[in-house]
């Protein structure tokens, strides 16, 4: 019987090191191997990241480069370095001479060449095509995720405080677009690629807990001295005998803005402002007091 590893490693210590090297040793063992090694990821990143490395691998023994797989593939088979930098060279030239039997590919592409092979089995046609509603899918888990409150007591608590911090911000207290917009992060190619430790944090209520606790703190600070920062800002205007007005765009401009964060109204800066954040000539108007003609 075929003997079964099981390699378990978070993310950065070496998981697509560790199989380059055993594909490898399945490759080289016989020159032929490869047509029937069958890798699988879960991404398409990491399916092009996986081909890379053991083409660039086969080509640095095959020229003679160093490697840092010599030492293990040479006490793993049980051949010379001469012997098997000439393997290296010899499965590098079937690969690139055969690429479409350099089986590396996402778990999702290898069932679809399996549907595909048997199409007029199963009763489909030869010609189709998958597609991913994930709005039905996603729209049905927010449904199961919001009759949950009746039974989950901190769930309920967490929705209501989302709740009340959007009317506190002054926005409407319906939630389920949030929750829709965050959703779709879990289709997303970058989450995918989340270690297992970092996915299994996020289903970890204690420490989402303290997360949000940690995020709140930091927002409440940066909040806090942006409206300080402001109310400095304008009673130096003051000072000056300047009114918001006297600036460009006047109460939709850089000083408006700044009136308005200062009393503690925090919205995302329009494209003035950001102008101005970058460009003196943002700020002043042609008739400002003081100004030089």
């Known amino acids: 019987m075929a003997k079964l590893n099981i390699i378990r490693a978070s993310a950065g210590s070496g998981k697509t090191y560790t199989l380059t090297e055993e594909?490898?040793?399945?490759?080289?063992?016989?020159?032929?191997?490869?047509?029937?090694?069958?890798?699988?990821?879960?991404?398409?990143?990491?399916?092009?990241?996986?081909?890379?490395?053991?083409?660039?691998?086969?080509?640095?023994?095959?020229?003679?480069?160093?490697?840092?797989?010599?030492?293990?593939?040479?006490?793993?088979?049980?051949?010379?370095?001469?012997?098997?930098?000439?393997?290296?060279?010899?499965?590098?030239?079937?690969?690139?001479?055969?690429?479409?039997?350099?089986?590396?590919?996402?778990?999702?592409?290898?069932?679809?060449?399996?549907?595909?092979?048997?199409?007029?089995?199963?009763?489909?046609?030869?010609?189709?095509?998958?597609?991913?509603?994930?709005?039905?899918?996603?729209?049905?888990?927010?449904?199961?995720?919001l009759a949950e409150t009746s039974r989950n007591k901190a769930l309920l608590r967490w929705l209501a405080d989302f709740a009340s911090e959007r009317i506190e911000k002054g926005y409407a207290w319906s939630f389920r677009n949030d929750i829709t917009v965050l959703g779709k992060q879990l289709f997303n190619e970058h989450f995918k690629t989340m270690s297992q430790s970092l996915s299994e944090k996020l289903t970890d209520k204690e420490f989402m807990n303290d997360y949000q606790r940690d995020m709140n703190d930091i927002l409440h600070k940066f909040e806090s001295t942006l409206i300080r920062m402001a109310s400095e800002g304008i009673q130096k205007i003051r000072d000056a005998g300047l009114e918001t007005g006297d600036f460009y765009r006047g109460s939709a401009g850089p000083a408006g803005y700044i009136l308005k964060t200062s009393t503690g109204v925090i919205i995302e800066p329009n494209s003035y402002v950001r102008k101005a954040a970058d460009h003196a000539e943002g700020w002043h108007v042609k008739n400002a007091p003081g100004r030089q003609k």
């Open 23 to 145: 594909y490898l040793k399945l490759a080289l063992h016989e020159t032929d191997n490869f047509r029937h090694i069958l890798a699988v990821t879960f991404t398409n990143k990491a399916t092009a990241e996986m081909k890379n490395r053991i083409i660039k691998e086969l080509y640095r023994l095959s020229v003679g480069e160093i490697s840092d797989h010599l030492p293990s593939l040479q006490a793993a088979l049980g051949i010379s370095d001469t012997e098997l930098r000439a393997r290296a060279a010899y499965v590098l030239q079937k690969i690139l001479h055969t690429y479409s039997r350099f089986s590396v590919s996402t778990i999702d592409s290898f069932f679809q060449q399996i549907i595909r092979s048997f199409t007029r089995e199963i009763g489909i046609q030869g010609g189709y095509s998958v597609e991913l509603d994930t709005d039905i899918v996603l729209g049905e888990a927010i449904d199961r995720l």
